[in-house]
C-alpha cells in the first residue's frame, strides 16, 4: 500500500513539472518572437529617423530629387530607402510635407523646412 502511494506520487510530480516545462518553452518561443519583431520595428524607426535627416541636411529641390519607384525610394538616383510601401511628398510654401510607409509597419509624417 505504502509503494503504491510512492509511485502515485512519482507520478503527479512528473506530470506537472511536464505541464509546467511545456509551458515554460511555449512562454520563452513567444517571448523571443516578440522580442524579434520588436527589433525589427527598432530598427525601421531608426532607418526612418537616419533618412529624416538626411533629408532634412539636402533640403533644397527635394521634389525633384526624390523618386519613389518599385518600393524603392531614390535620391538623385541613388537608394535611399528600401521596402517603402508608400510615399508622397508635396511642396508648400516653407516646408515639404512627406509622408513614408515602410514595410507595412511603420508610418510617418513629416515637415521639413526648406
Given at each position: 500500500?505504502?509503494?503504491?502511494?510512492?509511485?502515485?506520487?512519482?507520478?503527479l510530480?512528473?506530470?506537472?513539472?511536464?505541464?509546467?516545462?511545456?509551458?515554460?518553452?511555449?512562454?520563452?518561443?513567444?517571448?523571443?518572437?516578440?522580442?524579434?519583431?520588436?527589433?525589427?520595428?527598432?530598427?525601421?524607426?531608426?532607418?526612418?529617423?537616419?533618412?529624416?535627416?538626411?533629408?532634412q541636411?539636402?533640403?533644397?529641390?527635394?521634389?525633384?530629387?526624390?523618386?519613389?519607384?518599385y518600393?524603392?525610394?531614390?535620391?538623385?538616383?541613388?537608394?535611399l530607402?528600401?521596402k517603402?510601401?508608400?510615399?508622397?511628398?508635396?511642396?508648400?510654401?516653407?516646408?515639404?510635407?512627406?509622408?513614408i510607409?515602410?514595410?507595412?509597419?511603420?508610418?510617418?509624417h513629416?515637415?521639413?523646412s526648406?
Amino acid at each position: 500500500m505504502k509503494n503504491s502511494f510512492t509511485v502515485l506520487e512519482i507520478i503527479l510530480s512528473v506530470l506537472i513539472s511536464s505541464i509546467v516545462i511545456t509551458n515554460t518553452a511555449y512562454f520563452s518561443k513567444e517571448l523571443f518572437q516578440t522580442n524579434k519583431d520588436m527589433q525589427n520595428i527598432e530598427i525601421l524607426k531608426l532607418d526612418l529617423l537616419s533618412t529624416k535627416i538626411f533629408l532634412q541636411k539636402n533640403n533644397l529641390d527635394l521634389k525633384k530629387n526624390l523618386i519613389y519607384k518599385y518600393n524603392t525610394l531614390y535620391f538623385k538616383g541613388n537608394i535611399l530607402l528600401q521596402k517603402v510601401n508608400s510615399f508622397s511628398i508635396l511642396k508648400k510654401d516653407k516646408y515639404y510635407e512627406v509622408s513614408i510607409k515602410v514595410n507595412s509597419r511603420v508610418k510617418e509624417h513629416w515637415n521639413i523646412s526648406i
